[in-house]
């Protein structure tokens, strides 16, 4: 579906840590056991998507049943009830006969469906459940293949994401074929067209009336409203009086400012009834549903895989990674990381570590960091090299700048 303390300019990279002091040490097993733990805490949505789809089918199944029960009863009723002659009874119990045999068809397609959804629930859960210290990195593995599935998903690429699951046999832990569902309705939106749009609405309607949404009554307001904006005023009060005047107890006073447009017409320049007839109004509506499919079936808005870089990211944030001479190191160098992290809060950084920019090494007591007249900061023993090579001299290698060892000025780290 298409769902920060400030470094110095003239340091060196600074990587954040929560704190110098010594942890007491705890065995590898443990720390990968909590890490386990945490890792499954997160994992609501792969058995939520499912489950709400088994629902929905046997729901489904369930009122197609009864519906048809009924009426076979019906007719055996009125048969029985009635002085057919011997041709007519027989000609209605062969159809009825075959009407039978139609929902023995349905019922035996419908039970395959939940079984196959029932499958993908075991699966999910199975797959839960084989999570161990001893396989950890395994079913990270996994892990990552399923977000970079639902990544493709929600941006369209079906045919990759499908060829993915398949290769890394994990087709019943992916929701390939509920994101095809909603891909149909936002395709249809997009050429603005409602009805695939108001058919879900209908195969959904009892969860979304106990979530309060108000996707069906916008997308009826919209049908009424290119009814105007074809001059169908005739067709447009029928359709309100239809199909709007059910709402007008909760949404009146909406109801109102749409039914205005009947007098200002498409053509209007107020901008109150303006707006109404803009073709933004159809993105409107495609991340409004977007936002009640991802609800109903407990999804999260953002594809899983932005969450969880946009999680790393929050502890490397800080304004030194948006200026021009953050280093290459840093991934907020790039502009694909930087968009992602813009509206995250900057890390705090209580304590610093200094890492030269020409070793690469930590700055600390044993190799203090030293100051050039500059104002640029390296370490101890990568200059003390640069003089030994240089008989003496040091230049910098950002700026170009020379100066003699003796020049050179020692920090303190605090």
Not at 32 to 43: A, V
Not at 83 to 98: E, I, Q
Not at 204 to 226: H, P
Not at 328 to 341: T, V
Request: charged share 25%.
């Amino acid at each position: 579906m298409e769902i920060d303390p400030v470094t110095n300019g003239n340091t060196d990279t600074v990587m954040t840590e929560p704190s110098t002091a010594i942890a007491p040490s705890r065995p590898v097993s443990s720390s990968r056991s909590s890490q386990l733990t945490e890792s499954i805490k997160l994992e609501h949505q792969l058995l939520r998507v499912p489950f709400e789809h088994y629902k929905k089918t046997i729901r489904a199944n369930h009122r197609s049943l009864e519906k048809e029960v009924s009426s076979v009863v019906s007719s055996v009723g009125d048969l029985a009830d009635n002085d057919w002659s011997k041709d007519v009874a027989v000609s209605r119990l062969t159809s009825l006969v075959s009407r039978l045999q139609g929902l023995k068809r349905k019922l035996e397609e419908g039970s395959n469906v939940e079984n196959l959804q029932a499958q993908r629930c075991r699966a999910r859960i199975d797959h839960l459940d084989s999570a161990d210290v001893e396989n950890i990195t395994e079913w990270n593995n996994t892990k990552l293949k399923r977000i970079l599935v639902d990544y493709m998903l929600r941006m369209s690429y079906f045919e990759t994401a499908s060829k993915l699951s398949e290769s890394s046999n994990i087709s019943d832990l992916v929701d390939i074929d509920i994101f095809r569902e909603a891909k149909k309705v936002i395709d249809a939106l997009k050429r603005r067209e409602v009805a695939s749009a108001l058919a879900w609405c209908a195969d959904n309607k009892t969860r979304l009336k106990k979530s309060k949404s108000k996707l069906e009554f916008q997308l009826r307001l919209q049908e009424f409203i290119e009814l105007v904006r074809a001059d169908s005023y005739k067709q447009a009060i029928l359709y309100a009086r239809k199909h709007l005047t059910p709402w007008g107890a909760t949404h009146m006073n909406e109801l109102q400012h749409v039914l205005a447009t009947l007098a200002f017409k498409s053509t209007t320049e107020c901008p109150k009834y303006k707006a109404l007839f803009e073709p933004q109004q159809w993105d409107v509506l495609v991340h409004q549903f977007k936002q009640e499919f991802c609800k109903l079936y407990g999804m999260t808005m953002e594809p899983l895989l932005n969450i969880y870089l946009q999680a790393g990211l929050t502890a490397l944030k800080t304004p030194y990674s948006f200026e021009e001479g953050c280093t290459k190191e840093d991934p907020l160098s790039q502009e694909s990381f930087r968009k992602l992290a813009l509206p995250l809060p900057y890390s705090k950084q209580e304590h610093s570590k200094l890492v030269c920019y020409i070793s690469k090494e930590l700055m600390d007591t044993e190799n203090p960091p030293q100051v050039l007249p500059n104002g640029y900061v390296y370490s101890t023993k990568a200059l003390k090299e640069m003089a030994d090579k240089n008989k003496g001299e040091i230049k910098c290698p950002r700026t170009g700048f020379v100066c003699n060892h003796t020049d050179l000025v020692k920090a303190y780290i605090s």
